[in-house]
């Protein structure tokens, strides 16, 4: 088991009361082979949730068990290489890179974690290569790119540790098209031909309904649903989740109302595409 839940909760402490983030959450994750997108309204708790999972936060009741380890640790039980098996890149990139260079800023976990300047130097190299990083940046600030270029940078981060599992919190907000595009294929590709464990939060329901194969909904801390992309879109409730479906449904249901078109759930742009084509020759 890779990460496991159970009966999960966390508050916040405030000046007067505690603001409850998380509630009575039940939850597995399989350490290799999940594609999962974790949405909800703001304020439902999604980050705090996945900031259990490698335990940046630990929960006030219940227990967490990332590769075994339980969350809270015993007494001077060193959870810090849970960072290492479980890799979270932060909405906010800027967050994460602090170092003079590109290249010194991906090197930073893997030495962080006792790997030798050389071996850190040749994963920072791999992983920079992996998210599109030209040499020619290598020795260029982190803080005179762009926001995209520092998304990649902050990615790189994470993958030259070699996790197990990536979290990626938000990780196209405030890219182009072509960006998004470029960055949700990496991902892909890391989970298709390395079989890693992708977790990403999202707002965006083009992305969850095109890349991801389980999706988790929560709801004022509350875990209310967990269960395929398909299930979910065509929940009979599915309104009740406070969610807006994803722009192909949204034309498909259009066309069935207004064309007579008839609807069949497809989940990103191109089989939607492929579909209305096949529909208009029939």
């Known amino acids: 088991m890779g990460i496991q839940f159970k009966d999960v909760s966390y508050a916040y402490k405030g000046l007067k009361v505690n603001y409850d983030a998380i509630k009575h959450i039940n939850l597995n994750i399989k350490p290799q082979g999940e594609f999962i997108a974790i949405v909800g309204q703001t304020g439902s708790g999604k980050s705090t949730l996945v900031q259990h999972m490698n ?82 940046l290598y ?11 520092m998304r990649r940078v902050a990615v790189a981060g994470i993958l030259a540790m070699e996790s197990d ?10 890219l182009d098209p072509r960006g998004r595009r470029d960055l949700m294929k990496i991902f892909k590709n890391l989970h298709e031909k390395d079989g890693k464990t992708i977790i ?19 709801d004022d801390g509350k875990l209310v649903f967990d269960g395929t992309k398909e299930n979910l879109f065509e929940h ?17 249901k259009h066309l069935e109302q207004e064309a007579g078109v008839v609807y069949q759930p497809k989940y990103d742009f191109d089989t939607l595409l492929n579909y209305l084509k096949e529909a208009s020759h029939e």
């Open 55 to 136: 335990a940046l936060l630990l929960p006030n009741s219940g227990n967490v068990v990332v590769f075994g380890q339980n969350l809270p640790p015993k007494k001077k039980e060193k959870i810090n290489y849970l960072r290492q098996k479980v890799g979270l890149v932060f909405q906010f990139p800027e967050y994460q890179l602090f170092e003079e260079t590109i290249l010194k800023d991906i090197m930073f976990g893997p030495k962080n974690f006792k790997a030798t300047h050389d071996n850190a130097l040749e994963m920072a190299k791999k992983a920079a290569s992996i998210v599109g990083i030209d040499e020619s």
């Open 139 to 149: 020795e260029q600030s982190p803080f005179r790119i762009s926001g995209g270029q």
């Open 165 to 174: 599992i990536l979290v990626l919190d938000e990780p196209t907000r405030g």
């Open 200 to 218: 990403l939060i999202s707002h965006d329901m083009d992305l969850v309904s095109e890349y991801a194969k389980r999706v988790i909904v929560l």
């Open 236 to 252: 009979p409730d599915f309104y009740s989740f406070h969610l807006d479906l994803p722009t192909p449904l949204k034309i498909l």
